[in-house]
């Protein structure tokens, strides 16, 4: 989830399981330093911009690494606030802090590896669209009415009763729309090896839809709001023969194993060897699309890894993308980003 959030869930759990045994501004600023602390990863440059995408949410959302800091950091943050007798609180209210960081992100479609370093598989329901306001208002609300109020800790506590709610509704609606999509899917007899559901951008009222097939990948989105209007699905080429054709470029295999499969290759018209993982963003624009160097023929010998990967950003005119987004919330006529003018460049 985007710093905000986990600066609110931090401020609110410290607030929460210190109470009124130390100030409330304390609690809230530790609370928001320990949200925000395991993504200071990102500041982490691996050396070229596919390994830090793939690196990011690594070790420092272990939930067993976090557990193991969590000691630690208590006992200074007692001792710097001079209140060693509330160490063990402390303690625990930061490492709820701590482990709640991983716990949230594991809800977006990203990937969080929890469970290093007994694995790196890159965990992620995709129920949570990277940033929710209706997610992050709640926590708010309830942090800044503690900071203001003697009364404001049950505000606090309400605030973190609704957006966890609000997490649990996001599961229900994803395993709704799922079985809608999936059926859609049937009905209009579209091959689908692996199907991903995950939130359109801002809310848990529109959904987009991947489908990967043996040569295609579809796309489609639907409204919780769409009624009884039949789904439509685009077909998009994923490039299996080239991708066959780079099996052994280790490129090529990181971004397959990290977006487990949800991914597209293809050659510019400058013979470019281009990855995408389809999993965030809309077609046609992707938060994560690689150059990996030179492309050979599908029918060709396998690749070496070849130049250093470079990522091209691809984002759609905020203005267009905006518009479209709210049309399509209740207007299943709106059709697809994809069939938008203006949208195709994606601001490349």
């Known amino acids: 989830m985007d710093s905000i959030s986990q600066a609110a869930l931090g401020s609110a759990v410290v607030l929460a399981t210190l109470g009124r ?64 007798q509330l160490w063990h609180r402390w303690w625990l209210a930061l490492a709820l802090a701590l482990l709640t960081h991983p716990l949230l992100d594991v809800l977006t479609v990203y990937g969080t590896q929890l469970l290093q370093p007994f694995t790196d598989h890159p965990y992620g329901v995709g129920s949570m669209f990277i940033i929710d306001p209706l997610y992050t208002l709640p926590l708010l609300v309830g942090v800044v009415a503690a900071l203001r109020h003697p009364q404001g800790l049950r505000w606090n506590q309400a605030g973190l009763v609704l957006s966890t709610a609000y997490l649990g509704w996001s599961l229900l609606a994803q395993q709704h729309v799922r079985g809608v999509l999936e059926e859609a899917l049937r009905a209009q007899g579209l091959p689908a090896n692996q199907v991903l559901v995950t939130p359109a951008p801002f809310s848990t009222v529109l959904w987009r839809a991947v489908a990967m097939g043996p040569e295609h990948y579809h796309e489609a989105y639907y409204s919780l709001l769409d009624g009884g209007a039949p789904v439509q699905w685009t077909q998009h080429p ?6 066959a054709a780079h ?60 130049d250093l990967p470079t990522q091209q950003w691809q984002r759609p005119d905020l203005r267009t993308g905006l518009a479209w987004w709210w049309q399509r919330l209740s207007d299943p006529s709106a059709g697809p980003l994809s069939r938008v003018p203006g949208v195709s460049s994606c601001g490349r």
């Open 238 to 243: 994923r490039g299996s023969a080239l991708r």
């Open 247 to 306: 099996t052994a470029h280790p490129h090529v295999q990181r971004l397959e194993r990290f977006s487990h499969g949800f991914m597209r290759v293809q050659a510019s018209p400058e013979g470019r060897l281009q990855i995408t993982d389809l999993r965030m963003g809309l077609e046609p624009c992707y938060s994560f699309h690689f150059d990996v160097g030179p492309a050979i023929p599908a029918e060709g010998a396998a690749a070496v890894e070849g």
């Open 21 to 84: 045994r130390t100030a409330a501004w304390k609690a809230a600023l530790w609370g928001a330093a320990a949200g925000t602390l395991p993504d200071l990863d990102a500041f982490i440059d691996h050396g070229e911009p596919l390994l830090n995408m793939v690196r990011h949410r690594a070790e420092s959302h272990s939930l067993f690494f976090l557990a193991l800091a969590s000691a630690p950091l208590g006992w200074l943050v007692a001792r710097l606030q001079g209140e060693r």
